[in-house]
């Protein structure tokens, strides 16, 4: 569906500004459906996103610094998303012994298993989007998001 149809446009939309909003609403609608396949376990993608770059860790701790510069979405409240996921038993928080001002969080097994649990659902959802385009087709729109995202300042 043409993004003209989507919001209903009357007038001519100039092609810059046609792409700034299909991804706009492409992000809404894969986040959307991501949000589904989260819910019955009670996870924000953002929670999500914490998890998979704690077990991405394989077994060492992160700080919060590094796990607020690998967020997808950099303006997330990231002591709010550990205190959440602390609630639910899924991660730990402990002092770092070296420095006591910087925070150690970890992926509990509990964490572990929900990611393992969540592994093919997710899988199933990123090939729901990229099922109606070739390999060359998604390389190429891989390609033109980075492009497209790098300013020339």
Do not use: W
């Amino acid at each position: 569906m043409k993004i003209e149809d989507v919001i209903k446009s009357t007038v001519n939309i100039d092609d810059s500004k046609k792409i700034i909003l299909n991804i706009i609403y492409t992000q809404s609608v894969i986040g959307e459906k991501f949000a589904e396949v989260l819910k019955p376990y009670e996870l924000s993608s953002e929670q999500y996103n914490v998890l998979r770059i704690l077990r991405g860790q394989k077994g060492n701790p992160a700080n919060m610094c590094v796990i607020q510069e690998r967020m997808i979405a950099k303006n997330s409240n990231t002591t709010r998303l550990i205190d959440k996921l602390l609630l639910k038993d899924l991660v730990t928080r402990e002092v770092c012994p070296d420095n006591r001002r910087k925070i150690e969080v970890q992926i509990t097994p509990k964490g572990l298993e929900l990611l393992s649990e969540l592994d093919p659902k997710v899988i199933e959802h990123e090939k729901l989007f990229s099922n109606n385009l070739t390999q060359e087709e998604l390389s190429q729109l891989n390609h033109l998001l980075e492009k497209f995202r790098t300013l020339n300042n």
